[in-house]
């Protein structure tokens, strides 16, 4: 009998995940279906739920339910906990399990599909919202050199920061927040666009000489030429937008529903070829 899956969100009629799913179902062998369900924005929990009793196995969670899900779960992975938000439920009876797939799907990404190793390296993650919140975790157990949070409220880095302190004892490592004002000297090897400013073809202020040689700059927004890449590629740096780490943290999903692993490189590149210009964030699927 086929397995039922879905994304909600909304909106959610951009989706590229039952794309996405379909291929990695051919892949595997693996027998689901999967559909997109818009619900409305005051109305996850009953939707999500209904869709459980009616034989749904899981949901892909994308905004703006994702601290929703995290509340309607009854179990939650490690790193669920640590982001305080759901990207992923998988239904087993009454038991519902939450869990948070964005963080590795990032750290997968950079690393394997982009070859940038995370470990000693310096890292500025602009931005303190959800999206941050849920790669703080992976990223800090790369063992970066340094982890910088910048956000244009101060006082959010700040607390964003002190939730993760504690993971800074895997290494010698500084895990620090502060305004983009105070960036100004400072280079970093690796800068993470977690914001949202692309999508107004807006981006934060960074200062001109904060990419090291040989800089990696990545947004999270896949579909379009932010005003942060070009920005970057103009001082220098390498630049890659969000669309492998929609594939990855989609792939993990997967594997957490299935227990198996799709290829995600032949996704990617298929998806490349037909990308639009959506402009939709990585972690949102």
């Known amino acids: 009998m086929t397995d039922k899956y879905a994304v909600i969100g909304n909106?959610?009629?951009?989706?590229?995940?039952?794309?996405?799913?379909?291929?990695f179902a051919r892949q595997t062998g693996e027998d689901i279906s999967y559909a997109a369900i818009l619900a409305p924005r005051?109305?996850?929990r009953p939707v999500a739920l209904a869709f459980r009793d009616e034989g749904g196995r899981g949901l892909n969670v994308t905004l703006p339910f994702k601290v929703e899900a995290f509340e309607l779960a009854t179990d939650l992975a490690v790193r669920a906990l640590e982001a305080k938000a759901v990207n992923t439920l998988k239904f087993d009876g009454a038991a519902i399990f939450g869990d948070n797939t964005?963080?590795?799907?990032?750290v997968r990404d950079?690393?394997?599909?982009?070859?940038?190793?995370i470990g000693g390296k310096r890292v500025l993650l602009m931005g303190a919202g959800g999206a941050s919140r849920g790669v703080m975790e992976p990223l800090l157990r790369?063992?970066?050199?340094?982890?910088?949070?910048?956000?244009?409220?101060?006082?959010?880095?700040?607390?964003?920061?002190?939730?993760?302190?504690?993971?800074?004892?895997?290494s010698p490592l500084r895990v620090a927040a502060q305004p983009y004002d105070a960036l100004g000297g400072a280079q970093f090897d690796l800068v993470?666009?977690?914001t949202s400013a692309g999508l107004a073809n807006e981006m934060p202020p960074l200062p001109h000489d904060v990419f090291a040689p040989g800089a990696l700059a990545y947004d999270m927004v896949?579909?379009?030429?932010?005003?942060?890449?070009?920005?970057?590629?103009?001082?220098g740096a390498a630049t890659a937008d969000g669309l492998g780490m929609l594939v990855e943290q989609a792939a993990e999903s997967f594997y957490v529903w299935r227990g198996v692993r799709p290829q995600t490189r032949p996704v990617i590149e298929r998806l490349r070829m037909q990308e639009s210009g959506a402009g939709i964030p990585g972690g949102d699927a």
Do not use: M, W
């Not at 951009?14 to 996405?20: F, G, T, V």
């Not at 950079?110 to 190793?117: K, S, T």
């Not at 005003?227 to 103009?234: D, K, M, V």
């Open 42 to 44: 005051d109305g996850f």
């Open 192 to 194: 993470i666009n977690a």
């Open 11 to 23: 909106p959610v009629a951009h989706s590229k995940s039952p794309a996405i799913h379909a291929a």
């Open 102 to 106: 964005d963080g590795v799907g990032l």
């Open 142 to 170: 790369e063992r970066p050199a340094a982890l910088v949070v910048a956000n244009r409220t101060p006082g959010k880095a700040v607390a964003l920061v002190g939730q993760f302190t504690k993971l800074a004892g895997l």
């Open 222 to 235: 896949y579909g379009t030429d932010t005003p942060f890449l070009r920005f970057a590629r103009a001082q």
């Open 110 to 117: 950079i690393q394997d599909n982009l070859g940038c190793a």
